[in-house]
């Protein structure tokens, strides 16, 4: 059965970097674009970055354009997302997907269970 597995959550204060980490068990995720969405208390989910099967590309929402930063390891089947200048706005439970490179949903077939970020001010 193939799965993503989210980790490297966890609390810390405003300004702080974090990095989160995905990887793919089951099945390669090397030929799918990879992808990271987050809910916040309250709100629908949204999408915060994409990077395309090979790396060559990869989108970020407004919100975290020049913060965060996603990059892929095709040898490792993993995901990482770092995260510089964190705000409490940021604040969420943060999910990889796996699938078709967009900044919808609906392209994604591969969810991961999410892992918890708490920014404090």
């Known amino acids: 059965q193939a799965y993503l597995r989210e980790s490297g959550g966890g609390l810390v204060q405003a300004g702080d970097s974090l990095t989160l980490s995905c990887a793919a068990s089951?099945?390669?995720?090397?030929?799918?674009?990879l992808a990271w969405f987050r809910q916040a208390p309250e709100k629908e989910r949204e999408f915060v970055a994409a990077?395309?099967?090979?790396?060559?590309?990869?989108q970020y929402a407004d919100s975290v354009k020049g913060r965060f930063t996603i990059s892929k390891d095709n040898g490792k089947d993993t995901v990482n997302l770092q995260m510089n200048k964190l705000t409490p706005d940021d604040t969420a439970v943060y999910y990889c997907?796996?699938?078709?490179?967009?900044?919808?949903?609906?392209?994604?077939?591969?969810w991961g269970q999410g892992t918890q970020l708490t920014v404090s001010s």
């Open positions: 997907a796996a699938g078709q490179m967009s900044t919808m949903e609906r392209f994604y077939k591969y």
């Open positions: 089951g099945r390669t995720f090397s030929n799918y674009a």
């Open positions: 990077i395309a099967w090979n790396g060559n590309n990869s």
